[in-house]
T-cell receptor
């Protein structure tokens, strides 16, 4: 158990819908990262937050957004969902803005039908 | 372009045999290097990391990795594989900037024969 929690574990929805994925980092970690894992793209970095502020953006679509709240949990919002958004979404956390060690949550498997 | 290459998509070994998983990266400077393991239905677990210093690093579960600057490689090794090592292994790189993101290879799926 890494100490990073993600909910829900599975999510099945339809095209055009909007979903929210939630992540709670390890106790004491200020930095949260979101990654997408798909068969065709592999593991891709989406976005990073540090202590409530966005710090880095990767291959994140405009339909996707994220935020980190004062209690340091983070949410990834995916809207206007397409079939190709079906993937495993991981959250990771680390102590500070430098990567050091990133601890990964168990992931949320999103299926868009 | 920055890239992390794991040339072996799938490796099969017998239990008790030695294992080496390859990883090459293409960056100008020495990045920070990581190996993660992903079991089915699980998240990624950090096996070991290299930041600086001794180029042979020890990790959990009996794994080790060697950083070779001249070859831009960070290969993962285990002298004797156990059936429970069957999983997918990912090499990851941090460029060493302040961004903190990881670049992952495509992974190597390890099958262990009894």
């Amino acid at each position: 158990d890494s100490g990073v929690t993600q909910t829900p574990k599975h999510l099945i929805t339809a095209t055009g819908q909007r979903v929210t994925l939630r992540c709670s980092p390890r106790s004491g970690d200020l930095s949260v990262y979101w990654y997408q894992q798909s068969l065709d793209q592999g593991l891709q970095f989406l976005i990073q937050y540090y202590n409530g502020e966005e710090r880095a953006k990767g291959n994140i679509l405009e339909r996707f957004s994220a935020q980190q709240f004062p209690d340091l949990h983070s949410e990834l919002n995916l809207s206007s969902l397409e079939l190709g958004d079906s993937a495993l979404y991981f959250c990771a956390s680390s102590v500070d803005v430098r990567v050091n060690e990133q601890f990964f949550g168990p992931g949320t498997r999103l299926t868009v039908l | 372009a920055q890239s992390v290459t794991q040339p072996d998509i799938h490796i099969t070994v017998s239990e008790g045999a030695s294992l080496e998983l390859r990883c090459n990266y293409s960056y100008g400077a020495t990045p920070y290097l990581f190996w993660y393991v992903q079991s089915p239905g699980q998240g990624l677990q950090l096996l070991l990391k290299y930041f600086s210093g001794d180029t042979l690093v020890q990790g959990i579960k009996g794994f080790e990795a060697e950083f070779k600057r001249s070859q831009s490689s960070f290969n993962l090794r285990k002298p004797s594989v156990h059936w429970s090592d069957a999983a997918e292994y990912f090499c990851a790189v941090d460029r060493g900037s302040t961004l903190g993101r990881l670049y992952f290879g495509r992974g190597t799926q390890l099958t262990v024969w009894p």
